[in-house]
């Protein structure tokens, strides 16, 4: 079964910056569709960036620009680099991997960001 650890996260001030990882365990990172995801306080979970099996990646328009993902397939693990922080950037960001209809999450990682 696919486990998913991510971390990274802390406190950092604004204009800051932070790298968030995922490591995956099991046989079907290479080829999965690979998430990372945020809530904060109150909110609903949200989209933040993906990229496919291809290396392609997509970002949500809050964080284009400022946010990069990554993989490394070999080492099974994505990553999130995030620039140019903001206190809106405060959440806890989940991991997610995709593949054959299946969707698994990580515990979460906690990021803040002062003002």
């Known amino acids: 079964q696919v486990q998913l650890v991510e971390s990274g996260g802390g406190l950092v001030q604004a204009g800051g910056s932070l790298r968030l990882s995922c490591a995956a365990s099991g046989r079907t990172f290479s080829r999965s569709l690979m998430r990372w995801f945020r809530q904060a306080p109150g909110k609903q979970r949200e989209y933040v960036a993906a990229?496919?099996?291809?290396?392609?990646?997509y970002y949500a328009d809050s964080v284009k620009g400022r946010f990069t993902i990554s993989r490394d397939n070999a080492k099974t693990t994505v990553f999130l680099q995030m620039n140019s922080l903001k206190p809106e950037d405060t959440a806890v960001y989940y991991c997610n991997q995709a593949e054959g209809g299946a969707s698994v999450w990580g515990q979460g990682t906690q990021v803040t960001v002062s003002s």
């Open positions: 990229i496919n099996s291809g290396g392609s990646t």
